[in-house]
């Protein structure tokens, strides 16, 4: 079950980060501070080589396996269906079937395919998924959290600005995510862009909180009264000064976000939705291998364990930020 | 307080009109015109387009039509297109069975991450602390699908238990204990499996509000002035530090529709969740916009409840 | 009446005409006799039938109508009729489930529910051949054909539908009993009726229950007219998985199911599964709509099953268990022609035939005719393990050609009803089974039934194929209507409307504690290991089986 994820308790002690580094006299930016605190954390790093990894792998594999083919995902090889990992190709195969290195590094499925190819493949799907989707969510969250924070008290007809987005929200919020993404999913053609872009319509609400609230706290800063006295154009004192210094928790939830895309992701494909076969997906990978769960057990646990860690990946990451930037943490002695 | 009541009362029941408005609206993301159906797309036949033109009225003005479809919801006229009988009964029926599941769910969430929560704030940094928050995280991490398939396997295969659907099937003839000792038995493993991820995210919530508050000036004081420890974290504490899950507790209500689609598939439970995946299969529109607007309405309860909750519990708020 | 235009087809045309009906001889015959008529020409003179003056019989309002009607004259005034008659008898003593005893007159009612346009069965061209249905007392049944039928009896194997439940005045009764809207009343009909979630019958089981995605529920019938069923109660479950399928045996909560291939290898194994092979009347096939400009060209079809390694596919994904589907009839029937040869695997060969047929690959390695990709879909239902490999080889081995073939699965009757039944489809991996004994195809392969709801849904018309299922509707010598079948094979499987791909074998897993119970004359029991018959079939005597505590030890 979900549990929405709101809004950090420590958001107030992040609304003046670089107040304490010149109360502490340090002459460091907020950044370098926060890579030396998060650099201290051991599980966040490992979740950061992870991701890194991925990363590489997923664009890698995806070359490898879609341009320049050296692993192909969809080439069926009944011969050699349901071999363990590390097996060799049968040699009853014709040569351009035979796969690089004549081995299948993770194993083939029930018709034989490689299945290290289509993990590749599904790398590459998984990832473009999460970045793809918590970046438009990002862009609503931003623009409506900011909005929201800004020009909250102005109002429109009887009601104010802060009020109705914030109400929008509610509305967004009302709706069990996953079931209307099941529902939009299946009225439009399937594609992989479009549950990109629901995934992503469905999740900027915490954003939106994130900045509104940063928003609020950073209106009454100095530095935005002083640019509005010079005559700055409004925009230019949104985008230029206020939403880098709100950046700070929407980083955190930003990470954990794409975490959620791509369980959302998975758990779409493992229920039929989303790309149609051949293509391959951690999540119809997993689905399809959940009959062979008896006599071919790594076509289960495989994709499994992948969406795993890399799901945990990023909420180390994610969590590992959300440290970081607390002050009140950072300042405690033991 | 009453009047913060009352004007809470009446802005959900704004917005619960809201979202019927948006829940209908959802229909038209389907093509207007049985010639606007994309070929290419197989979701979407010109046949279903005629049907559903006619079913929701979309040949009159869109006011109308959103009248139209209140009014055969409330009267029952709504009908499935699988089988032609009225949606609501239906979803009923499945939302009785939804509920034991639910419930159990929140029970075993909410009794376990309380004190795993607050151990593990009380015992910052401690084995305990970093061993809780690796097991959190992994249980955030692992798909839902990927363990409850892990664990049904095992359990069948170690102690030839049935573990799928509401009951073992052919017990019908049993004593009543052993037919309601096999209801619970089957209730279990869905339900421990739903509240993993639910225990994971909620005692790591607890923890950081333990954290926050016990960082406060006034538990400081307390200590100072002489309190037992006990007294401090238990009195004060965490009477403050539970307020904001009061109000978490009313926006539970959502995952009666949502995170059950999944677990209802795997273990065969014939709840909403279900319901709702068949009738997404089937194309069955009448029911997949009810079931939308349903879940719509059961977190839109759920705030409300949560709202209610809130003034009872906060004392600014009841003293106002 | 219906007749064909200068384009050849059908449209309604109004005609007005008098017919002058010469006397006739009446012949009873004590058995069939399909030449008769060749043999009377002897005495009635050569051609007597084929060149009769119909022109002089008939007088048309309209004269100039008479080249568009002529073709129906031998239809109007039959010179030489066959009227086979088939008498039932019935069994006596025979109930309902309700009570209500069944009689003549549900045969009749069954007949005139079949050809009944309202209810749009796709069985109905089976029984149009039929003149008349007399119920002579309760317990007998005449049936008088107008032209030789002979897989009439075979037809007749048909479940018969109980007149009380069914008829005008028992659906009138049911529909006064609901709401329903005006239209809905104008439709309401047998398929329609409450009967269909609530089935009454005469067998050894009756209906209890359905419960929807959860169960089908049967019950002994007690007062069944043969030998009751040893079980009580019997339990269809609905199971949407195969591994569900299997734990939930594997619990004890199932006691019979379809295992996958994979699963019965494994299962065989084991001693403490009873793994059988049950054979029926059984092919899988890939279907071309031959509406779709590709597959117009049969070379273009053969190239498309060519492209295919079958054989691997049984091998492999199948453990071996299937043989080499390779036309309409199955191979456990003698009307099967068994030289005919399957599809070669010869990808090359594919190649070759589909450039032959104007597929040239363009600069991307696709195939392209007329500027045109060589595109389709090939749908598919859900469920079914064996159809999506069998969708995935298919995809792989059509892209290697150069063709972009998408696939996509639906469930069931989304799939039936919006695809199959409307025709929208280009290609689907379906199946067909039962009708072993039947030789007549006429429902599958006539090209009358190319419309919506037929069965013919890959819309084959061979007019020669035609005529051989005509002919062998009215063959009544076994040799001679066997000849006509092997021919209609060799030709279907020649024009490949469908790729024939295979017929399996199914491993059926049974719990080792149920046996068949056999009953000597003096009453006494003995149980045996359920095995398959040498038919291959496995449910004749389903109503004998019964759970034991625990597995027996079988008599010597």
Known sequence: ?334 | MWRFLARTIVQRLLLLVVISIVSHTVIHLAPGEPTEVDSMNPMMKAEDVARIRKSFHLDEPIYLQYVHWVRDLCTGQLKSFRDGLPVMPKIWERFLNSLPLFLCTTVIVWTASFPIGIQAALKRGSRYDRGTTFVAYTLISIPGFFLSYLLIVWVVRIFHLPVIGLTTFGTEHESGVVRAMDRVWHLVIPSLMAALTGIAVLSRYVRAQMLEVLGQDYVRTARAKGLDEDQVVYGHALRNALLPFVTMFGLLLPGLISGSVIFEQIFAWPGLGLLGYEAILARDFPMILTLNFVAAALTLLGILLSDILYALVDPRIRLQ | ?556
């Open chain 3, 1 to 556: 009446m219906q007749v064909p235009d200068a384009k050849g087809k059908q449209s309604s045309l109004d005609v007005e005409l008098t017919v002058e009906v010469p006397p006739r001889v009446k012949i009873r015959l004590s058995k069939v006799e399909s030449g008769l008529f060749k043999r009377l020409e002897p005495i009635l003179g050569e051609g007597y039938f084929r060149d009769y003056p119909f022109a002089d019989r008939f007088k048309l309002k309209k004269p100039e109508q008479s080249s568009a009607v002529r073709e129906k004259f031998p239809e109007l005034l039959a010179v030489g009729e066959h009227n086979p008659v088939i008498t039932f008898h019935l069994h006596p003593g025979v109930r309902w489930h309700d009570g209500v005893p069944f009689t003549a007159e549900d045969v009749k009612f069954t007949y005139q529910a079949l050809v009944d346009p309202r209810n749009a069965s796709p069985r109905a061209s089976s029984y149009e051949g039929i003149k008349s249905v007399e119920v002579v007392d309760e317990l007998t049944v005449r049936m008088t054909y107008k032209r030789l039928a002979a897989p009439a009896i075979i037809d007749w194997l048909i479940g018969v539908i109980p007149k009380h439940l069914l008829d005008d005045a028992a659906l009138r009764r049911e529909m006064s009993k609901t709401s329903l809207s005006k239209e809905a009343r104008a439709t309401f009909s047998v398929r329609t009726s409450e009967f269909g979630r609530h089935p009454v019958g005469t067998g050894p089981f009756r209906f209890a229950e359905w419960r929807a995605d959860q169960f089908v529920h049967l019950q002994r019938n007690d007062d069944y007219w043969g030998k009751k069923a040893e079980q009580q109660d019997v339990f269809f479950r609905v199971i949407p998985d195969y591994l569900t399928m299997e734990l939930e045996f594997k619990a004890g909560a199932l006691d019979r199911y379809d295992a996958l291939p994979h699963q019965a290898e494994r299962l065989r194994k084991d001693p403490e599964y009873h793994v059988l092979n049950r054979r029926r009347g059984y092919y899988s096939y890939i279907a071309y709509n031959m509406r779709r400009p590709q597959f117009q060209d049969v070379r273009v079809r053969r190239a498309l099953g060519m492209a295919i390694d079958v054989g691997s596919l049984i091998k492999y994904a199948l453990s071996g268990e299937a043989k080499r589907a390779t036309g309409p009839y199955y191979s456990n029937t003698p009307y099967y022609d068994p030289t005919v040869e399957p599809l070669p695997y010869d990808p090359a060969g594919a190649l070759a035939l589909l450039a032959e047929a104007g597929w040239k690959k363009n600069a991307r390695g696709m195939l392209e005719k007329d500027g045109k990709p060589f595109q389709f879909t090939l749908v598919t239902n859900n469920g079914n393990p064996q159809r999506k490999a069998i969708m995935i080889v298919a995809q792989e081995a059509w892209r290697k050609l150069g063709i972009d073939c998408k696939i996509q699965a639906f469930e069931w009757t989304v799939f039936l009803d919006d695809f199959v039944h409307k025709l929208n489809f280009d290609a689907v991996v379906l199946a067909w089974v039962g009708g072993d004994i039947n030789p007549d195809k006429y429902q599958l392969w006539h090209s009358s039934q190319v419309h919506e709801f037929q069965l013919n849904f890959a819309g084959y018309q061979s007019q020669r194929v035609d005529e051989l299922i005509e002919r062998i509707r009215e063959e009544y010598d076994f040799d001679a209507q066997v000849a006509l079948t092997r021919e209609v094979h060799r030709l279907v499987a020649a024009d490949q409307p469908y790729t024939f791909l295979y017929e399996p074998t199914e491993p059926i897993v049974l719990d080792k504690r149920i046996v068949q119970v056999d009953r000597d004359p003096d009453g006494r029991e003995t149980y045996r290991k359920i095995e398959p018959l040498p038919s291959g079939s496995i449910d004749v005597f389903f109503s004998r089986w019964r759970k034991l505590a625990q597995e027996p030890s079988y008599a010597p």
């Open chain 1, 1 to 334: 079950m979900t549990i929405p994820v709101g809004p950090s308790p420590s958001i107030e002690a992040l609304a003046a980060p670089h107040a304490d580094a010149e109360a502490l006299g340090i002459a460091e930016t907020p950044a370098q501070q926060l890579w030396r605190t998060f650099r201290k954390d051991r599980l966040a790093m490992l979740g950061l080589y992870v991701l890194l990894a991925l990363m590489v792998v997923a664009l890698v594999g995806h070359v490898l396996t879609g341009w320049w083919v050296v692993f192909d995902p969809a080439t069926v090889r009944l011969p050699d269906k349901l071999l363990p990992p590390f097996s060799a190709a049968s040699s009853a195969l014709a040569p351009e079937l035979l796969p690089p290195l004549h081995s299948y590094p993770f194993g083939t499925d029930e018709l034989g395919r490689n299945v290290f190819a289509r993990m590749l493949q599904g790398a590459f799907v998984s990832l473009s998924v999460g970045i793809v989707a918590v970046s438009i969510s990002l862009g609503i969250g931003v623009t409506v959290g900011g909005l929201a924070g800004f020009y909250g008290q102005r109002k429109i007809g009887p009601i104010s600005v802060d009020s109705l987005l914030m109400r929008l929200t509610d509305v967004v919020l009302c709706f069990p995510t996953f079931f209307l993404i099941l529902t939009v999913v299946a009225l439009l053609p399937p594609s992989i862009y479009n549950i990109m872009i629901v995934i992503g319509m469905t999740s900027w609400m915490s954003t939106a909180r994130f900045v509104r609230a940063e928003f609020l706290a950073l209106r009454e800063q100095d530095f935005v009264t002083a640019a509005q006295a010079l005559g700055l154009p409004e925009w230019r004192i949104i985008f230029r000064h206020m939403i880098p210094n709100a950046m700070a928790p929407v980083l955190v939830s930003a990470t954990i976000n794409v975490a959620h895309a791509i369980l959302t992701e998975s758990a779409l494909s493992f229920l039929g939705f989303g790309v149609r076969p051949p293509y391959a997906t951690w999540g119809n990978i997993l689905a399809d291998g959940r009959s062979y769960i008896f006599d071919a057990p790594w076509l289960f646990l495989i994709p499994g364990a992948a969406i795993l860690l890399v799901v945990l990946a990023f909420n180390l990451v994610g969590e590992g930020l959300r440290d970081a930037m607390n002050p009140k943490l950072r300042k405690r002695v033991g």
